[in-house]
């Protein structure tokens, strides 16, 4: 069948491609949204965590390279150049900063602009630090999640007193530089006069200062040992877990990837979920809404991991009762 079109028909359909045409274009001409990743950690040790985050973006139909660009700015644990680096982020105008690696990029992102929103993923109370009014309502350019990784030392110690009854001395992995350490050795102080538990510090915020800290440890006489929640320490897992196993020390530690790389226990909320969730409320951002709006994202799963075959290589039998409220055993 041949079907015949009149001139008047061609030269409206023509016109209407045509008008189209300008449409098409300027959407084509139109400047992806641009996001600002500031970490105080490195792109190797945080991989699994950008691609949680870039999955959430996902869910809302964000895809890197296609419809939004995402420039990063890693500190490399070195906190002194987060103010520096987002700094750098407001000047290029981004559409949203994402603020992520523990405390210090939050807090270095809330000084840096008081207009451009903020998307933060801290371990510590995002009240207290100061980026938003209230966790139901922010207030503010800031919004995020609270992993609270900093708040659970004292149930790390708990766990800890029972895998070994006996270590009478527990010393306790700090970073100085981090912004929630005086709040966690505060807490950390109280947890051990709580239950009578001797306990010692230890600083560190460079793989010397690990290397020094762990040889101080049989000196000490220390039968145990608690890795505080920090960036550094999760970007060191790999070898803070080895010097555990060269002395021979048992260990608690923030994450389960510590625990799957050798550690022998953890306890704390699984970061993935966190980052996925940064990547959600970035894309809501994105697609118009305010931080002062989004109420802050708390993790309220706790994962404890038990890694039997680091036990039996320090030779702890590991009690029946922890074995059972573990969420995760590996054998």
Sequence with gaps: MTVTIGRRELLAALGGAAAAWPRVLRAQQLPMPVIGFLSSASPAAWAPYVTAFQQGLGEAGYVEGQNVTIEYRWAGTDYARLPMLAADLVRRHVAVIVAVGGSAPASAAKAATTTLPIVFSTGGDPVRLGLVASLNRPGGNATGVSVLLAEMEGKRLGLLRDMVPTAHLIAVLLNPRSPVSASELKDIHQAARAVGQQIHILNASSEQDLDAAFASLAQLGAG????????????????????????????????????????????????????????????????????????????????????????????????????????????
């Design 224 to 331: 145990a040992l608690l890795v505080g929640s920090d960036p550094f320490f999760n970007s060191r897992r790999g070898y803070l877990v080895s010097l555990a196993a060269r002395y021979a020390i048992p260990a608690i530690y923030e994450g389960r990837e510590h625990t799957i790389a050798g550690g022998l226990m953890s306890y704390g909320t699984r970061l993935t979920e966190g980052y996925h969730q940064v990547g959600v409320y970035a894309a809501r951002i994105l697609n118009g809404a305010k931080p002062a709006d989004l109420p802050v994202f708390q993790l309220t799963k706790f994962e404890f991991v038990i890694n039997l075959k680091t036990a039996k290589a320090l030779g702890l039998d590991v009690p029946l009762r922890l074995q059972e409220i573990a969420d995760e055993v590996i054998e």
